[in-house]
């Protein structure tokens, strides 16, 4: 399965229109310190959240199999985009009445989401840059 994120700049801005799949809209751009008007999430801001909605998703799809009642589910993901190597700390918060089996499983089942697992198993870059038609491999990475 492949997915297909396209961003367009807005001419006179930092903002960026995103489409994803063809399907899903959003907008990003830079905060004023960056000389956007700070309107929208930065780009690198979407990565903890990308990582937070994708906990609280597989939790709650792997509680449904199971027919665990979690409560309300509360993913904080903290994002040092500063530190080598880069760091996340996440806290889960669960408002369900469930054993300390139940957490233990919930804990590897929370590890297993598809965000975490492709940043874990590393990502390669294959750039082409294009001017006018006239296209540049600009390479792996």
Not at 84 to 111: H, M, N, W, Y
Request: with cysteine; proline share 5%.
């Amino acid at each position: 399965m492949s997915l297909t994120a396209t961003a367009r700049s807005i001419p006179g801005t930092l903002r960026q229109q995103v489409v994803i799949d063809g399907r899903h809209h959003l907008v990003t751009d830079e905060p004023e310190r960056l000389g956007g008007d700070g309107s929208a999430p930065a780009p690198h801001e979407l990565f903890p959240a990308a990582l937070a909605a994708c906990i609280s998703t597989t939790l709650v799809m792997y509680a449904r199999t199971k027919e665990w009642e979690l409560g309300e589910v509360s993913v904080a993901v903290d994002y040092d985009n500063r530190s080598i190597p880069r760091r996340f700390e996440v806290a889960i918060e669960l408002g369900g009445d469930l054993s300390a089996e139940q957490l233990r499983r919930l804990a590897k089942v929370a590890e297993s989401c598809p965000v975490r697992r492709s940043v874990e198993a590393g990502i390669e870059f294959d750039e082409t840059i294009a001017c006018r038609g006239e296209a540049l491999h600009a390479g792996r990475s």
